[in-house]
């Protein structure tokens, strides 16, 4: 059994190896070219192989983790979602049941980690709390998109960089956490804080609001 999860484990630092490596290149090329396009094929494999097999590990005697368990819920949730709505670029693409499934579920995981930090069920009460807040207001910005995603015509754009990215910080802090071995409360939370600066940035940027303050300016 030991084996099996040593190895499982190695599978899942190589394919978040990939996850990182590829996510730092999409995120560092013009968006929309074949590099960015292709590097960013690569992240989700990387990240769903990763964060997958993450579930089992951290369901296993002496790797036994309820909160990386729950990460890795939450980073599948967000590549999921960041790749799906990437098809709301055609006007002909429609919100299905499994759109609404996979935010359902993530409310309720949602709900779940915050209740677990509020009890201190499991230790790491702040983690669960912060996490669990951040996940449930990304949650409620799917619902808002769901029950009209012709609203903005950049909606699924913002949609794609705030769940990518917020995956690519997860694969981040995974790297600081288990690969460097870096300690303490701010290694889970600061790549957060800076990774959704960058997130609001972006989101500002595609929307305008950066020409239309310029112009108010001049």
């Known amino acids: 059994m030991e084996t099996a999860i040593r190895i499982a484990i190695y599978i899942h630092a190589f394919f978040g190896g990939i996850g990182l490596i590829s996510g730092t290149l999409s995120l560092v090329t013009k968006k929309g070219s074949k590099i960015h396009k292709k590097s960013g094929k690569w992240f989700v494999i990387g990240m769903l192989v990763s964060s997958g097999l993450s579930l089992p590990i951290a369901s296993m005697p002496g790797h036994y983790s309820p909160f990386l368990f729950l990460i890795g819920l939450f980073t599948i949730y967000m590549v999921l979602v960041g790749k799906r709505v990437l098809r709301f670029k055609l006007k002909t693409a429609q919100v299905t049941k499994a759109d609404w499934a996979i935010t359902i579920t993530m409310t309720i995981l949602s709900l779940m980690m915050i209740l677990s930090g509020v009890l201190n069920v499991f230790g790491n009460k702040i983690l669960f709390i912060f996490f669990g807040i951040i996940s449930l207001v990304l949650c409620f ?66 929307r305008g609001g950066f020409k239309k303050r310029k112009k108010v300016n001049s």
């Open 141 to 206: 910005q799917d619902f808002r998109f769901w029950r009209n995603p012709r609203k903005s015509k950049t909606g699924w754009l913002a949609q794609h960089i705030g769940k990518i990215t917020g995956a690519y910080i997860a694969s981040v802090t995974a790297f600081l956490v288990g690969g460097m071995k870096v300690q303490g409360l701010m290694v889970w939370i600061l790549p957060s804080i800076i990774g959704n600066a960058f997130i609001i940035y972006y989101i500002i940027k595609i």
